[in-house]
């Protein structure tokens, strides 16, 4: 684990403010953050609907596995975190996702600075991740394992290429524990740019019938400040839930993130 930054990278810049125009800069889009970790949460700038949120690591690391590892505290932050995410967007869902670049070249992220995607879903986009890496990976090109436990995400990936899939299948809840984590190894790039901020988008636009095409996400073109300030406006429940778990003793772990 590391708190280094790097220069000209967007989210080392956490003091960073407005972009200029109806866009918000980081800092003011933060939900919540953690002094004794540095982990922090923030609204996305170009999100998929209201409650697409963004798990950021402190420092520079390329994977949420190096940023993690075995850092009991930071598991702790993700415990309230989830919570928390359950609590604020009840009815949503939340679905985890990450392109972990591991320092291999393939990723295609715009960023390289680990972090996750919380989205509001529950089960539906693990489908299009599958029906992505058979019909673009091949033989030996992706190797997809389950993890009976997030933490197991730990310093064995840190250095991989890889995606991280989790969800809460089809009743979340927040004292429930996640349906599914799914690893994929990857040795090539995935088909769309910004990858997981993409798959998102295209079930919103299948559920409406629309085509949602090639996407080349520019955060510019398909930023929407309206969607940015409905998440904002549930900054101060989402804060809220977040520092009732934290405050809970370090012994009780009523929401433990193993697999049922």
């Given at each position: 684990m590391t708190?280094?930054?790097?220069?000209?990278?967007?989210?080392?810049?956490?003091?960073?403010e407005s972009l200029g125009g109806e866009h918000l800069?980081?800092?003011?889009?933060?939900?919540?953050?953690?002094?004794r970790t540095g982990l922090g949460v923030f609204a996305d700038i170009a999100p998929v609907k209201p409650g697409h949120l963004l798990l950021l690591a402190p420092g520079h690391e390329l994977t949420m596995a190096a940023a993690l590892a075995e850092d009991h505290q930071r598991w702790r932050y993700v415990d309230a975190v989830r919570e928390a995410y359950l609590?604020?967007?009840?009815?949503?869902?939340?679905?985890?996702?990450?392109h972990g670049s591991g320092g291999?070249?393939?990723?295609?992220?715009?960023?390289?600075?680990?972090?996750?995607?919380?989205?509001?879903?529950?089960?539906?986009?693990?489908?299009i991740v599958d029906a992505d890496l058979r019909a673009v990976v091949g033989d030996g090109q992706a190797e997809?394992?389950?993890?009976?436990?997030?933490?197991a995400l730990d310093s064995r990936y840190s250095q991989s290429n890889y995606l991280l899939y989790?969800?809460?299948?089809?009743?979340?809840?927040?004292?429930q524990p996640p349906a599914r984590v799914c690893l994929y190894s990857l040795k090539v790039s995935l088909p769309y740019q910004q990858y997981?901020?993409?798959?998102?988008?295209?079930?919103?636009?299948?559920a409406t019938g629309a085509q949602a095409g090639a996407l080349e996400w520019d955060w510019a073109i398909h930023a929407s400040s309206n969607l940015v300030q409905q998440t904002m406006a549930r900054q101060a429940e989402f804060a809220?839930?977040?520092d009732s778990a934290l405050s809970r003793p370090t012994t009780s772990r009523p929401l433990d993130l193993v697999v049922a």
């Open positions: 708190s280094a930054r790097m220069e000209n990278c967007d989210f080392c810049e956490m003091g960073r800069g980081l800092s003011e889009r933060q939900l919540h953050r953690d002094v609590r604020t967007f009840p009815g949503d869902g939340l679905t985890i996702l990450e291999k070249g393939h990723r295609r992220d715009c960023i390289e600075h680990a972090h996750w995607h919380l989205l509001p879903f529950e089960h539906e986009l693990g489908e997809k394992e389950y993890l009976s436990d997030i933490r989790l969800d809460h299948g089809e009743k979340p809840g927040p004292t997981t901020r993409s798959v998102g988008y295209r079930h919103v636009a299948g809220r839930h977040v």
